[in-house]
T-cell receptor
Framework: DAGVIQSPRHEVTEMGQEVTLRCKPI?????LFWYRQTMMRGLELLIY????????DSGMPEDRFSAKMPNASFSTLKIQPSEPRDSAVYFC?????????FGPGTRLTVT | QQQVKQSPQSLIVQKGGISIINCAYE??????FPWYQQFPGKGPALLIA?????SEKKEGRFTISFNKSAKQFSLHIMDSQPGDSATYFC?????????????FGKGTLLTVNP
């Protein structure tokens, strides 16, 4: 099993640029989560999909953030325009029942 | 409230010693309490989890102790090894069979010295 796959693993961009993070969940999992991790705020849930439908996006910081899940095997998190305070590690996670499985994360640096 | 308070922030233990990390929660509706282990550059990985119908769960060297009346739960790592050095997160939610709305503690950086 390949686990949750995220790309890119590292992204460095300039303020104002658009950033797109990608996630492929574990096959057969019906729940997908986007988390953000920073030293100050720890792990924060940004958005939760169930069966490809966004259930709760209350953790999305502001309108600059958007997420889509066009099918069961792919999701994107987009930041437009990006700001330095968006610098963090972004994790995608998926689950069916029982444990939640995290991807390796995308380290985003906005200069 | 949704908070989960975790302590200590960091912990240094000698090889072979016992590592103890504590968490406290406020929401009495929480019924699922997992612990995650995170190595540098990796995503958190589920280590062990407990539900409030038992007071203790053991898997190998890892044990969760749960005190429902005190709203506290802790992770004990017996015979700690240098390979256990990682950041540990407790979490909690009202699961209903789902991982939705897991509330994470701020994490404990464990260092096990050889």
């Amino acid at each position: 099993d390949a686990g949750v796959i995220q790309s890119p693993r590292h992204e460095v961009t300039e303020m104002g640029q658009e950033v797109t993070l990608r996630c492929k969940p574990i096959s057969g999992h019906n729940s997908l989560f986007w988390y953000r991790q920073t030293m100050m705020r720890g792990l924060e849930l940004l958005i939760y999909f169930n069966n490809n439908v966004p259930i709760d996006d209350s953790g999305m910081p502001e309108d600059r953030f958007s997420a889509k899940m066009p099918n069961a095997s792919f999701s994107t998190l987009k930041i437009q325009p990006s700001e330095p305070r968006d610098s963090a590690v972004y994790f995608c996670a998926s689950s069916l029942t029982g444990g939640m499985y995290f991807g390796p994360g995308t380290r985003l640096t906005v200069t | 409230q949704q908070q989960v308070k975790q302590s200590p922030q960091s912990l240094i233990v000698q090889k072979g010693g016992i590592s103890i990390i504590n968490c406290a929660y406020e929401n009495t509706a929480f019924d699922y309490f997992p612990w995650y282990q995170q190595f540098p550059g990796k995503g958190p990985a589920l280590l062990i989890a407990i539900r409030p119908d038992v007071s203790e769960k053991k898997e190998g060297r890892f044990t969760i102790s749960f005190n429902k009346s005190a709203k506290q739960f802790s992770l004990h790592i017996m015979d700690s090894q240098p390979g256990d050095s990682a950041t540990y997160f407790c979490a909690a939610n009202r699961s209903g069979g789902s991982n939705y709305k897991l509330t994470f503690g701020k994490g404990t950086l464990l260092t096990v010295n050889p």
